[in-house]
């Protein structure tokens, strides 16, 4: 692509970097190279090799996110990385590895988490069951139970649906996500901020960004001055709290601080919140689209499950008895390309990629959403049809270009708690109502690092 003094080939990515880089690859191939703001960056669109790369220690990298650097240095003082998502090498390992291990104890990725969300799509059951076949728009309804999921694995506790803390919580995530556009000159170039600060796309994103701060602080406020550190935590903020804690009692080195656990909030609410919500939107989108899918998906539950009512009831033990739901919940996430190149990644060292070199510092991109949608994978890449992921004998399988949380040592840190939430949700509002489009759609694509769902409004009844 044309590449320019200064800001290299960002013109090439307006107004939909989505759009451009599906331009890229059908020009140049998987493996294509541009500089963005200086930095020299390399496309990887073929599956294999995002699968490959995503493996090896230097592809684990992270650039510089200097419009992160308001927060870090609102929270230490200073503008060094913090948190999980924008940090690289060993802090990055430790954050995440610590994570990982809290939050597997935790029940994260386990039907030992099934209780909370039972209790979480009760509340949910009840909303739609009140709307007596009106016309609703679907919206952010879902996000309140997929935020009330995480935030009792992070702090041990939920809001009521109708709480104005959670309400405040949901808006502050979607605001934030809605305004991050990674390919914009203004949140690229830090010079702009210094000559303009007071452009509005830094008004909306810096306080949008220390309105959920505050919100996390003032909680993590709360719950320091309530924690017994006696017993066993029931949270991830209880159980990093006690690692510090034991850790300055016994003089023992860590890269765990207070500062790494409010970023890290930040990171773990902005990725885990509003990715699975919106897929949800995205999957009635779907099924409302595609009525035949939807009764399809609704006799193989009743079949296996029983009918609806008479406490039957979808659960993860379910999961393997369900080869064609389990087939459209994955082409769901395969359509709703929500983050179509994830986050980029920087080389931490220099690699041989094919036949080119690739330097330490060089920013890796990866076309997830050509990875998901290209022909030569796919037999039907822009139609919504869930026998991709069915054999012949009809069981659930996933091929190797199906990559929706990304791939390897900086996948989506929140993949296994996102797949149990999605079939969990999405099998009970199937199981247990009908959905019917009631307006048609509107579909747009916008800059947001996040491709939310289009707006419409269905019908929901019962079913009994």
């Not at 390992?93 to 209780?115: D, I, T």
């Not at 406020?221 to 903020?237: A, F, I």
Request: aromatic residues 12%; hydrophobic residues 40%.
């Amino acid at each position: 692509p044309l590449i320019l003094p200064v800001i290299g080939s960002a013109i090439a990515m307006m107004p939909s970097a989505k759009v451009s880089f599906a331009k890229f690859q059908k020009k140049y191939g998987d493996i294509c190279s541009f500089k963005v703001f200086g930095r020299m960056t390399v496309l990887i669109s073929d599956p294999l090799l995002i699968r490959s790369t995503g493996t090896d220690n230097r592809y684990s990298g992270r650039p510089p996110l200097f419009l992160f650097n308001d927060r870090n240095m609102r929270i230490s003082g200073r503008e060094d990385s913090l948190g999980i998502s924008g940090t690289s090498g060993d802090v990055w390992r430790h954050q995440r590895r610590f994570a990982l291990h809290v939050m597997k104890n935790l029940g994260f990725g386990k039907q030992s988490l099934e209780p909370v969300m039972r209790s979480e799509f009760d509340e949910l059951h009840d909303y739609f069951a009140s709307q007596g076949n009106q016309k609703i728009t679907v919206g952010f309804t879902f996000n309140r139970s997929i935020i009330n999921v995480l935030w009792g694995m992070m702090i041990g506790k939920r809001f009521s649906h109708d709480d104005n803390c959670l309400k405040q919580l949901v808006d502050k995530i979607n605001k934030m996500l809605q305004a991050f556009n990674p390919f914009s000159l203004a949140q690229n170039l830090p010079i702009i901020k210094k000559l303009f600060p007071n452009l509005e796309v830094y008004k909306r994103l810096n306080g949008h960004m220390m309105d959920l701060l505050d919100f996390l602080e003032d909680q993590l406020t709360t719950y320091c001055k309530q924690l017994d550190y006696t017993g066993d935590p029931n949270s991830y903020v209880g159980s990093y709290l006690k690692e510090l804690k034991e850790c300055k009692e016994e003089g023992k080195e860590t890269l765990l601080s207070m500062h790494h656990l409010k970023a890290g909030l930040v990171d773990l609410f902005l990725a885990g919140s509003e990715t699975t919500a919106s897929t949800l939107q995205w999957a009635i989108y779907q099924l409302v689209a595609n009525p035949e899918v939807q009764k399809k998906m609704q006799k193989e539950l009743d079949d296996i499950v029983g009918p609806p009512g008479m406490d039957n009831h979808p659960a993860l033990s379910h999961i393997e008895s369900l080869p064609y739901t389990t087939a459209v919940v994955y082409e769901i996430n395969r359509l709703a390309d929500l983050f179509p190149f994830g986050i980029t990644h920087e080389l931490m060292d220099d690699a041989t990629l094919g036949e080119y070199h690739l330097p330490k510092g060089t920013d890796i991109i990866y076309n997830l959403s050509h990875a998901m949608k290209s022909p030569q994978y796919w037999k039907c890449p822009e139609k919504f049809y869930p026998e991709h992921f069915l054999t012949s004998e009809g069981k659930a399988f996933k091929p190797k270009a199906f990559l929706p949380f990304g791939y390897g040592k900086r996948n989506c840190l929140g993949e296994s708690l996102a797949r149990l939430e999605l079939f969990f949700f999405l099998t009970n509002l199937v199981h247990q109502f009908s959905w019917i489009i009631a307006e048609d759609p509107v579909i747009w694509e916008d800059a947001a690092v996040q491709y939310r769902p289009p707006d419409f409004k269905v019908y929901v009844s019962q079913r009994m």
